[in-house]
Structures are given as C-alpha cells and as structure tokens.
C-alpha cells in the first residue's frame, strides 16, 4: 500500500499544480490582465482546464484509486491515507462523468463571460452579457446532464457543498426566512437615534494602511500572502506559502474595503492553516464552500463587527481619521457599523438582511435551471424579488442583476447557498469557540485573537477536506447542522441596538 500511495501522490500533485497554474491565471484576470486579453485568456486556461481535466480522470489513477479503496478498508477512518484515498475517490468519480470537451468548452466560456460582465457592469447594460449568460445556463444544464439527480440543481451545489440539495436546502432556508422577516420589519419600523455617517471621504491609501493593521492582527501572514485590488474581492491559493486576498475601496464609504479586507482574510486564515503535509493533494483545501465561508463570516462579522473588536480598534481608526470620525463616540460608530436597512448589494448588507439576498439569488438561479425563468427576463424577476422581499428595488442593473461576479465566471446553480449556510456555521463553530474560551470576548477587547485563531486552527483549518461538513460541524460543536444558535446571536446581538426586539 505505501508503494502504490507514494504513486498516487506523484499523480495528485501534478494535478494539484495544473490548478494552481490555471488559478494564477485567473487571479490575473482579476486583477490586472488588460481586457482586450480576454480572449487569448480563455483559450489559455482552456488548455489548462483540458489537460487537468484529462489528468484528474486517467483510467490508470482510477484502477490505483479502485486497488487503494480496497486496500483502505484495514485503515481507520480518521487516518489520513483513509481519507487521502477517499476524497481523491470521491473527486475521480465526478470527474469521470464530465467529458473533456465540455470542460475546454466552458472554460473558454466563461473568461469571455467575464469581460463582458466587467463591461456591463460598468456601461450599466445588461443587454452586453445577455447573450453569454444565456450560453452559461445551457451549459450549466448540461452539466447536470453528467450526473443522476432529483432537482437539476443538485449536481451544481454538489460541487461546492456535497451532501446538499435543493431538498435540504430550501426547508432550512425557509426556516431561517420565517424567523428573518420579522426581525426585518421590527428594526426597520424605527429609526435608532444618535445615528451618524460612515460614507463621508476616506481617502484609498489611509483606508487600506488601516485595513492591513487589521488584518496582521488577525493573523494574516504576509511572508506568505499579499493583497491586491480586484472589481469583486475575493482570494485564491496557489500553494500552502502563496494565498492571494483582494479588495475594493470606495473613498465615500469606510467599511468597503476594511470589511472586504477581513472577510477575505478569513478565507485565507483557513487556507494557511491547512496541515501542510496536504499540500499537492485534495485534501489541502477547505471542506466546503459552507464551511469557508463561516470562517469568513465569523471573523468578518462575529469577531469584525463586533464592540469588544472595536473597543481595541476604533481609537486607532478615529486616529487614522481624526477629522471624519473626531465627535463620534465608539457606542456611535458601533451602531452605525451595524446599522439595519433594507439595502440593493449583498455584500454591504448588514448581517440581519444579509440572507434575504443570498436566498433571493438561490430561488432565481434554480428557477432559471428549471426553466421557469428566461435569461431575458432576469433583471425584471430581481427586481420585484427585492421589492416583495426587501421592500426595496434598484432603477439599475448595476446595482441589481449585474452587482455578483458569480454567474458571469462560473455556472449559474450551486453558487450562493455557502454564504448563508457559512452564516449559520459561524454562529455554531463561535458557540463552541465560547464554551472552550470563555474569556474570548474580554481578550478581543484586548486586541487578542491568538487563542481563538488557535481553537479554529486545531479544530477546524488544519483538517482541510478530510471530513464532510457534517461530520466536521459533528466534531466541532457535537451537534448537527442548526439554525438555532445563529438565531440566538442576532437577536442578542441586535436587540442591544434595537429596543423593539427586546422581549
């Protein structure tokens, strides 16, 4: 068995680097590639795609995988062979069912799907994409096509959150609207008072200095990682010691790119603390888009947003900003900071809203894949969704159907539910952060983050994919999937702010 894992190994790490080239290419795409070379960037990472593709399903390394699960039984589960053999099992299997062409096909797609988003976007024209979302839906289905299913949008999560559907999914989704709704309209039924502006002028350069103390704070390695500027903020890894954060600033609104800035080192904290004996293998990633992004989202919002953070930080900030932020008072910009409203973009919104959007975006992408809903009429659906759901609607596309990359760089389906299951994972993996360091919160008043980065650390990063999101969340809290502590937070969190929720 050692012979034939040390085979398997050689064979996983070309693969693992074939990604790693294909991501520097697109992390370039989204950073500082010229736009004219979209074209020459599709058919680049086309090839790319095609030859990791063909790798990743060689008939050989699916009779070593077959000879190893074989083998693996004598293993105990939690080892990492077991779970080497298991994952990259797991990935052959789905790989195998997707032919070639259609991945050198979509590739190539979607690097033009991009530039025509960033120009769209821009123009404030959807009229410019239409056409290239339309091929990305056909080809969305298609893909489903490969595999067996009960909803078209199953194979599309799987890729992202295996173990979920559109049958788990929308019940917990309604649940957490019906409890989200009223919250809503309780908040926003009255003005708190005492309330200032956060979007006043904040010069780039200042804005970012202060964002980079944060983030070293937090944990962010720069022997390690860098931060660049890119239209959608988000990071990628191409080894264990070269993980890439990026971030947006609006001169006009402090918290776009300080909160952009954290959210995204959360998922690079994650990715840097993978057991580096992974690397080259696909274990050395996170386990789920899910479990990601609670990660992100605790340190953006639980830890970010919270006063015991901005009890250590808000007097540099106002030092950053003495003449911005000279007369507001901490209890001020803490309100502010987490100021409710019913808002157009997903990811300024504030954490009690916030999963209204991703579920809109959930209910549009899977009516599309079943066909009730036409790419032509797209910007219409969102905008009465967000009048019915939200109270409120965009007069631009912009603003509206063009404001997420998501669609205009991968598949349409499987991509927004993780924003909201990682929502609802942050609360329970912070709960039982709690249970085992019960000061966390003075020592965040402190500046301190050390122990709680140590109990993700061991609890969570350094496992990478070696356990489903179900059995992870199992090891971590001792319990299942719930809705019920994130609940508890925002309505401890919130009722602090807003009198109304008080029972």
């Known amino acids: 068995m050692n012979e034939k894992l040390q085979v398997l190994r050689a ?94 096909e979509f590739v190539s797609h979607t690097a033009k799907t991009y530039s025509a988003w960033v120009k769209a976007r821009k123009q404030d024209d959807f009229s410019i994409v239409q056409p290239y979302l339309e091929k990305t839906l056909e080809l969305s289905r298609r893909y489903a096509e490969f595999f067996e299913y009960e909803h078209v949008a199953d194979p599309l999560i799987a890729r992202n959150d295996y173990g979920m559907t559109v049958g788990t999914i929308r019940p917990l989704f309604s649940q957490l609207r019906d409890a989200l709704v009223p919250m809503v309209e309780a908040i926003t039924s009255k003005e708190p008072t005492g309330a200032f502006t956060i979007k006043k002028h904040y010069p780039a350069d200042k804005q970012i200095e202060f964002g980079k103390k944060v983030i070293t704070r937090l944990g962010f390695d720069w022997e390690r990682g860098r931060q660049d500027y890119a239209p959608h903020p988000f990071m990628t890894k191409f080894a264990h010691n070269d993980i890439r954060i990026t971030t947006r600033v609006n001169e006009n609104y402090l918290g776009e790119a300080l909160f952009s800035s954290i959210h995204e080192t959360g998922h690079a904290l994650y990715e840097f603390g993978i057991n580096e004996a992974y690397e080259g293998t696909p274990l050395h990633h996170g386990t789920s888009s899910g479990v990601h992004e609670s990660q992100s989202r605790l340190w953006e919002n639980i830890v970010g947003r919270s006063y015991e953070f901005w009890t250590f930080f808000y007097p540099q900030l106002q030092a950053t900003f003495p003449e911005q932020l000279k007369d507001v008072s901490l209890d001020e910009f803490y309100c502010e900071t987490n100021k409710v409203s019913r808002s157009l973009i997903r990811t300024d919104a504030d954490e009690v809203t916030y999963n209204l959007h991703v579920i809109i975006r959930f209910d549009l992408e899977t009516q599309m894949l079943e066909g009730n809903l036409k790419v032509k009429d797209l910007p219409e659906a969102w905008r009465a969704r967000y009048q019915s ?115």
């Open 11 to 104: 064979r996983l790490q070309e693969i693992y680097h074939l990604h790693s080239a294909k991501a520097i290419l697109e992390w370039d795409q989204g950073t500082f590639m010229p736009n004219l070379g979209a074209e020459s960037r599709g058919n680049q990472l086309s090839v790319l795609a095609g030859l990791h593709h063909h790798r990743q399903t060689d008939p050989e390394l699916g009779r070593l995988l077959e000879e190893l699960s074989a083998e693996a039984e004598s293993l105990s589960y939690d080892s990492d062979e077991a779970a080497l053999i298991r994952v990259a099992k797991q990935d052959y299997d789905t790989e195998t069912k997707v032919s070639p062409e259609f991945v050198a």
């Open 389 to 503: 759901d939200l109270g409120i609607s965009s007069p631009t596309n912009a603003n509206g159907v063009l404001q997420d990359i998501h669609w205009y760089f991968d598949h349409i389906g499987g991509l927004f539910q993780g924003y909201t299951l990682g929502n609802i994972l942050s609360s329970q993996f912070f709960a039982a952060a709690e249970k085992e360091i019960p000061n966390v919160r003075e020592l965040m008043k402190q500046g301190d983050f050390t122990q709680l980065h140590t109990f993700l650390q061991n609890n969570i990063y350094t496992h990478g994919r070696k356990y489903t999101t179900d059995e992870l969340v199992k090891r971590v809290t001792g319990q299942a999937l719930s809705i019920d502590p994130y609940v508890e937070y925002l309505q401890n969190k919130f009722s602090m702010i807003y009198p109304q929720l008080r029972k």
